[in-house]
């Protein structure tokens, strides 16, 4: 398979099925495991501090309880992750350090609290860090907002972004066509769409897009995910990026052996 053909896998939330979601030492093992790209999820804490979580709240990845942005980075650190090993909530700059020096290709969630709204200049700040630390080149920052990668395209014309669309998020565009037309008029922003609604509207979006700006999100199992690999996509991004690379090395040596 040509390497302009190969779809990238991206581990989700660090490849949350397989150790904790968005902790350290499932960075460190995801990093391992010769995948393309690493997703995960960046708020705000209370003193202004980025950190590294998916959900605007406690209750679901850690032992803790209430919002994410009531609590000090210095607080959340000290919240242990379910079944984590007493790790607790990391911030940005710990999850940084594991990737520095990595060619693996970042893909920045940019989150909104617990209201539902954006984190004032979240993105201006994390363009700043990741161009300070030299990671702008091999970084994506993405979104289910709209507005939040328009002001990041705005602040910083280079930074490659992504919109994440589900059913929920096409539906308050207006559908799926609307979403779509909403989206590609973010000069080369790429588009990854939950697995449901692609498989629903593969033709429209692949159209739209093409090949070097859609995704899938989040494929799991080995026939999903054999499936996903064999269609023209940029990347795939599950929690299971061991079996994806599986599938997929399956995939080039039935290639190689036709």
């Known amino acids: 398979m040509p390497e302009s053909e190969r779809v990238l896998i991206v581990g989700h939330r660090g490849a949350r099925n397989l150790w904790p979601e968005n902790s350290v030492d499932g960075f460190r093992r995801t990093k391992a495991l010769g995948i393309d ?31 994410v942005a009531d609590r000090t ?8 992750l379910r079944d984590g090993n007493g790790e607790g909530v990391p911030n940005l700059a710990s999850v940084l350090d594991v990737f520095a020096g990595s060619r693996l290709e970042l893909h920045i969630e940019i989150k909104t609290d617990a209201l539902g709204r954006p984190y004032p200049d979240l993105e201006g ?21 709209p507005q939040v990668l328009e002001n990041a395209r705005r602040l910083s014309p ?37 697995k449901g609604l692609l498989a629903l509207g593969f033709d429209l979006c692949l159209t739209r ?13 080995a026939s999903e995910l054999a499936h996903w690999l ?13 079996i994806a690379l599986q599938q997929r090395e399956r995939a080039q040596t039935s290639l190689h052996s036709d």
Do not use: K, Y
């Open 37 to 67: 790209a690493v997703e995960f999820d960046v708020h705000v804490a209370r003193d202004g501090e980025l950190v590294v979580i998916h959900d605007p709240t406690l209750e679901r990845t850690t032992e803790g309880a209430g919002a």
């Open 73 to 80: 980075a210095a607080e959340l650190a000290a919240i242990r």
């Open 125 to 145: 700040r994390l363009i700043d860090l990741l161009a300070r630390r030299r990671m702008q080149d091999h970084t994506v920052l993405t979104c289910f907002v």
């Open 158 to 194: 280079r930074q490659r972004v992504l919109a994440s669309l589900d059913r929920r998020s096409a539906e308050m565009m207006g559908g799926l066509e609307p979403a779509l037309e909403r989206l590609t008029a973010i000069e080369d922003c790429m588009v990854a769409v939950e």
């Open 209 to 221: 897009l093409g090949r070097e700006r859609l995704g899938v999100w989040v494929p799991n199992d």
């Open 230 to 242: 064999s269609r023209p996509l940029r990347q795939l991004t599950t929690d299971r990026p061991d």
